[in-house]
């Protein structure tokens, strides 16, 4: 089993999208958030790149991720900010707090890392136990327009210490009737010239049609559901280039 959002992969995250650093999710998650008066859950928080903007804004939210080693980048930011959430570790189709949330919130597609059907319906039973009555799940998914295998691309970082980082990603499997594909990373640490640390990470995603998630989502229990896409609220997808976010309430 390869590596799963490691030590090096966690520290690539956080240079790639810092906090404070946006693809129109923050400032839609804010808006769409403003009415909430109850705690919120973010499954999967990674580094806090949506966490703590909301802490900063006022809102009281835990997060949790599988990965201890993003959750120590998670930990390090609240901390430099004078922020103090609670975080644990945990996995979002097995988690359980005696918490009752207002809003489940989970940006920019990081749900489908579930990429086996039974896991991925489990969560989203897990999730509607957790959230208070007339509580919302907020989440974002994407579906493939192009998937070509063994296309390799390259990306370069600077360390705060002087060290290059960098990714070699490629999808390597495509499962059209399961509905998911496999992408493979390299991650290098390299230090004067040399090679002082790599990982190898393996990272499984799926896919859901629009109406049969949404069909997904009534058949758990969940109502008033809208759709939307590129953050724009109520805008039905036209097509597979966009962000396509679920709201939908216990």
Sequence with gaps: ?????????????????????????????????????????????????????LLEKGFQVDGFDVSEEMLQVCRTNCEERGLAPKLFNAKMESFSVEEKYAAIVIPTGTFLLLHEREQSLQALRNFYSHLETEGRLIV???????IELEKTS????????GDTLTVESKKIKVDWIRQYFVSQGRY???QEGRLVQTELERYPMRWYGVEEFKDIL???????????TGYRFGEYPKNANSIITFEAKK
């Design 1 to 53: 089993m390869l590596g799963y959002y490691s030590r090096l992969s966690s520290e690539v995250y956080d240079l790639d999208k810092p906090i404070g650093s946006s693809f129109g999710d923050v400032e839609y998650y804010l808006e769409r958030l403003a009415s909430c008066k109850g705690r919120i859950l973010e499954p999967a928080t990674g580094t806090g790149r949506l966490l703590v903007p």
């Design 140 to 146: 974002d998914l994407h579906v493939p327009s192009d």
């Design 154 to 161: 390259t990306r370069t970082w600077q360390a705060a210490t």
């Design 188 to 190: 290098e640490r390299w």
């Design 218 to 228: 009534e058949k758990i229990g969940f109502s008033d559901i809208s759709i939307s």
